[in-house]
């Protein structure tokens, strides 16, 4: 990383438009790890919803709580055209990196720019088939669709946090690889504090199966309830399946309840709903599996979150679950519930197999930092500078 460069970047992050459970943590260890990473001289400005006030001003951050846009797609739009182009003049920022993924041309003019993907199903055909031709759920993905490719084209560098990631953006951005930084996330902080301290077993120690993510229809949570009753069937003695996750998908919940009862596994499977952060290494730690049926993630911190705290781990055999795993978790073909049911029935019935998985967790889970998150980011902004540079002598332009 040259020296030059470092102490002219001025970073401006925007993070307001940010509002699912999962990319808030992804949002609070990528911006603590660039500010941990932060070359000599450099200056971080943080736009932050001040609902989720996160992050504290210090010498080299400053942080400017500001309120969601409102009006749907009109308050974005003038979010993305107009406040931020302000911000960047404002604050004389010479990089600025879209945590939501969108960049506007705007901007783009203004400044180097650092973009990002961290939603798939737009990339995801099947994921949107889900909804009905002409319904508001399709419109809005491939409405989505086109403002991530529009950034994934415009933006001076791209980070991404799977290989899966920039292989389907590249099928419709084109030839993106040359400016994109893959990074996989790191074990969240929660998980590594919890692995120091005592935790006690919360499920009034009875074993358990165990799956947790924000519930939404391609967490795939019913082809698992299937599964585990083909696994009951085989196995009477198969452990108690507990499913937590905030229930973001109403509907969705509704018919995994409704697959429960028609199953008669009301006494056997148990949705808890949303836990409390301080609760969630408990149940990874002590489940005798935990499942991970997801149909389409970027790069899932639950599946981080397994790695960090040693947990027996079940998932999918599509990416970027296996890539994310590596070789500390037995696949199955989430498409299939008998799969599922194999590698439960397989998995309960073999303690050894348990042990090894939990010390390949263990070594997978080292090699998964968020420094290295933070480094990247700066890496990427470095690239951004220089491309802005190189326009400005294009345009005419003095420094």
């Known amino acids: 990383m040259e020296k030059k460069s470092n102490r002219s970047i001025r970073l401006l992050i925007d993070t307001v438009t940010i509002a699912s459970p999962g990319i808030l943590q992804l949002k609070y260890e990528l911006i603590s790890s660039a500010i941990r990473n932060m070359p000599e001289g450099a200056k ?138 893959v990074v996989l996330t790191g074990v969240p902080k929660m998980i590594s504090n919890a692995r120091k301290k005592k935790i006690n077993h919360p499920y009034k120690g009875h074993s358990y199966m165990f799956t947790l993510s924000t519930i939404y229809w391609y967490k795939n949570y019913i082809n698992l309830i299937k599964a585990y009753k083909l696994a009951t069937l085989k196995d009477p003695a198969m452990p108690d399946l507990i499913i937590a996750g905030y229930p973001v998908d109403k509907e969705y919940v509704r018919q995994m309840e409704e697959e429960i009862r028609s199953s008669g596994l009301e006494k056997r499977v148990k949705f808890i709903g949303a836990l409390d952060e301080s609760k969630i290494p408990a149940w990874i730690q002590y489940a005798d599996i935990n499942l991970f049926p997801s149909l389409c993630e970027t790069n899932s911190v639950v599946q981080s979150e397994i790695l960090g705290l040693s947990g027996v781990m079940a998932c999918s055999n599509i990416p970027p679950m296996t890539e994310v795993a590596g070789d500390a978790a037995l696949f199955f073909d989430p498409y299939i519930p008998d799969s599922m049911a194999q590698a439960m029935i397989k998995l309960i019935g073999n303690k050894k197999l348990q042990k090894d998985l939990r010390k390949k967790a263990s070594r997978r889970a080292e090699a998964l930092s968020w420094d290295k998150c933070g480094q990247v980011i700066w890496k990427a902004a470095v690239l951004a500078l220089k491309d802005q540079e190189i326009r400005r002598k294009k345009n005419g332009s003095k420094e």
């Open 44 to 181: 971080i400005i943080i736009l932050q919803d001040k609902k989720h006030d996160l992050f504290k001003a210090s010498s080299d951050v400053t942080v400017e709580n500001m309120a969601k846009p409102k009006g749907a797609w009109i308050g974005r739009w003038y979010w993305y055209n107009s406040k931020l182009p302000k911000m960047i003049k404002k604050y004389n920022i010479n990089v600025f990196y879209s945590l939501s993924g969108i960049l506007s041309t705007f901007i783009c003019n203004k400044t180097g720019t650092i973009g990002t993907v961290n939603n798939m199903l737009p990339f995801t055909e099947e994921q949107i088939r889900h909804f009905p031709l002409f319904s508001m759920g399709r419109i809005r993905l491939y409405l989505l669709r086109r403002m991530y490719i529009k950034t994934a084209k415009m933006a001076d560098a791209l980070i991404l946090h799977s290989h899966h990631a920039l292989k389907s953006i590249a099928q419709w951005a084109g030839d993106i690889k040359r400016k994109s930084f």
